[in-house]
């Protein structure tokens, strides 16, 4: 079974804040692809990162980072001096190859940064 | 041609009629998918259309139904509109190949009385 889980609903930080937004997930694929993403009020969900099962790597992008562990099946997403703007709802989602790809998300965590 | 694009972007319903949503997706992507998110959830698959044919469906009726076009566009049509189907419908397109980062529309949201 496919399943991705975001225990956070809601977070709320002071600028400058770091924060963590997690993410465990569930396949009995070997081959799956992770993903997060940014939804603002406007609706549209804007694509921050893919993973696939083989990459390991930590990645940083500016102020975002992610930090893949199989081991604990988790994709956590951190923001760093958070800012206003970073307020949003932030997805994670699974793809599985062999599900022909389709997004299985988590339920979403809000995230209201204060200035 | 950048983007994907749905129109209308509202829509208000009586409950028992047919909708018609649409998505206008980027050059080159032949794959689209529908996706329902209800209030405070997370999208949830509805069908997935590669080279005007699907090939994926969620847990959805029959009800829901779609059609991709030669031109990247697509639709989606729901027949016999329930209370429950209001919600912000989301199309995404990728480009052939692996599952790459679907570019998504800003939505339409669907709301029946």
């Known amino acids: 079974a496919q399943k991705v889980t975001q225990a956070q609903t809601e977070i709320s930080v002071v600028e400058k804040e770091d924060v963590t937004l997690d993410c465990v997930y569930e396949t009995r694929d070997t081959t799956y692809y992770l993903f997060w993403y940014k939804q603002p009020p406007s609706g549209e969900l804007v694509f921050l990162i893919r993973?696939?099962?083989?990459?390991?790597q930590n990645e940083i992008s500016g102020r975002y980072s992610w930090n893949f562990q199989k081991s604990t099946s988790s994709f956590n997403f951190t923001i760093t001096a958070s800012q206003v703007v970073d307020s949003a709802v932030y997805f994670c989602?699974?793809?599985?190859?062999?599900?022909?790809?389709?997004?299985?998300f988590g339920a979403g965590t809000i995230l209201r940064v204060k200035s | 041609e950048t983007g994907v694009t749905q129109s209308p972007t509202h829509l208000i319903k009586t409950r028992g009629q047919q909708v018609t949503l649409r998505c206008s997706s980027q050059?080159?992507?032949?794959?689209v998918s529908w996706y329902q998110q209800a209030l405070g959830q997370g999208p949830q698959f509805i069908f997935q259309?590669?080279?005007?044919?699907?090939?994926g469906r969620g847990n959805f009726p029959p009800r829901f139904s779609g059609l991709q076009f030669p031109n990247y566009s697509s639709e989606l049509n729901v027949n016999a509109l329930e209370l429950d189907d209001s919600a912000l419908y989301l199309c995404?397109?990728?480009?052939?190949?692996?599952?790459?980062?679907?570019?998504f529309g800003s939505g339409t949201r669907l709301t029946v009385v």
């Open positions: 993973r696939n099962s083989f990459d390991e």
């Open positions: 989602a699974l793809s599985e190859r062999e599900y022909g790809n389709k997004l299985v």
């Open positions: 050059s080159g992507h032949n794959t």
């Open positions: 259309y590669y080279r005007e044919e699907e090939n």
């Open positions: 995404a397109s990728r480009p052939p190949g692996g599952p790459y980062g679907y570019t």
